[in-house]
């Protein structure tokens, strides 16, 4: 019998669950389509271009509303438990409140992690494509810059043509193995600088070891310098803030490849921070079903769907705002970025066990 209850529960939150993420899905489609058909409007592309990229970028926002999703799934579940009696057939069978809260938390819990481990590395290869797609018809991107398995990539237009530089290594402030290419306007070799480190802390450049190789007339000379200095539109804070985009990296690529990753010049703060997030995924999904649950089985009578989708409301607003008030700590250095994520999990956790003894005594 309990393997028959457990099984209808569990079924019966996960079409529920389904239900809204498609929900959700759908309403992300037609708010992000207008947004793309936008941007393609004077290019010379057909409609399935902005519609397959909106598509494809829709899922990695439904992971980031997951919390809100699954908080909608539970009241949704829960309610349509206790309207069709069903809620007071299980503690006849002898489920309790704290039961039937412990089964679709740790259906939460568990779907947070196959999010994690199985959705998430699919979600980050779609957008890293939508990404890859609107940069190919962007008019206007007159610089290019890359962090990959062959180090840092720059392209650069400046005054007198244009710049393309390459490094092996970026770490606090310091490029290190540095080539120059400079061309002019009509893509023509102007020279080549090669550096063995490079100080980025400001727009000026100042390079140490410095080899120039000039050419003029098809012949090249050489120049050695001990310092040489060039202006640049980046800096270290420039560069890095371009990588704050971790949605084209899963969780699995956070997880084996973090040396690797700090080693090709992403930002350790930032590593940390979306590390933590997304391992406090499961944990906020757990919370958001306990919080469903202290609104929706506290009583076993009857009432108005539309009290509780306001109260939903409301309670998933004050929650967000409550996780931005945290990060912007975070990002002020009023407390580690890593603990931002967490904070708001544990807030939320100790209102939360408050309120599921109180509806266990029901």
């Known amino acids: 019998m309990n393997k028959i209850i457990n099984s209808y529960l569990l079924s019966g939150f996960l079409k529920t669950t389904m239900k809204v993420i498609l929900i959700f899905y759908c309403f992300g489609m037609i708010l992000s389509l207008l947004e793309e058909v936008e941007f393609f409007k004077n290019l010379d592309t057909s ?3 902005p519609l397959t990229l ?15 999703v699954i908080f909608i799934s539970s009241m949704w579940f829960l309610l349509n438990l206790r309207n069709n009696k069903d809620l007071l ?10 039961k039937i809260f412990l089964i679709v938390a740790l259906i939460s819990f568990i779907f947070g992690w196959i999010i994690l481990f199985m959705v998430n590395p699919i979600t980050s290869t779609m957008v890293k494509y939508y990404e890859q797609t609107k ?8 610089h290019l810059i890359s962090i990959n398995k062959n180090g840092l990539w720059i392209k650069e237009n400046i005054d007198t043509g244009y710049r393309i530089i390459s490094a092996n290594e970026i770490k ?9 290419i400079n061309l002019n306007n009509n893509y023509q070799l102007v020279n080549k600088i090669y550096s063995e480190t490079a100080d980025i802390s400001s727009n000026e450049w100042i390079l140490n070891n410095v080899s120039i190789l000039s050419f003029e007339n098809g012949v090249a000379e050489e120049n050695l310098k001990n310092n040489h200095t060039i202006l640049s539109k980046y800096d270290y804070i420039k560069i890095t803030s371009l990588f704050r985009n971790f949605d084209t990296m899963s969780f699995l690529d956070l997880l084996l490849n973090y040396e690797d990753l700090q080693n090709k010049g992403y930002n350790k703060v930032y590593l940390d921070q979306s590390l933590n997030t997304m391992l406090s995924l499961p944990f906020f999904l757990f919370l958001m079903t306990a919080i469903a649950s202290i609104l929706t089985m506290n009583t076993l009578k009857q009432s108005n769907n539309f009290t509780f989708i306001i109260v939903g409301l409301i309670t998933c607003v004050a929650v967000y705002y409550f996780k931005d008030l945290s990060l912007a700590l975070g990002q002020t250095n009023r ?6 994520a967490w904070v708001p999990v544990v807030i939320v956790g100790l209102f939360a066990s408050i309120g599921i003894l109180q509806i266990n005594e029901k």
């Open 335 to 340: 407390i580690s970025l890593s603990l931002a």
């Open 89 to 98: 057939n299980l503690k006849v069978l002898g489920y309790s409140n704290l």
């Open 135 to 142: 940069a190919k018809y962007s008019r206007d991107v007159d």
């Open 54 to 68: 909106t598509a494809l970028l829709i899922p990695s926002i439904i992971i980031k509303l997951l919390p809100f």
């Open 172 to 180: 606090n402030n310091i490029l290190k193995k540095i080539t120059i």
């Open 47 to 49: 409609i399935f271009v």
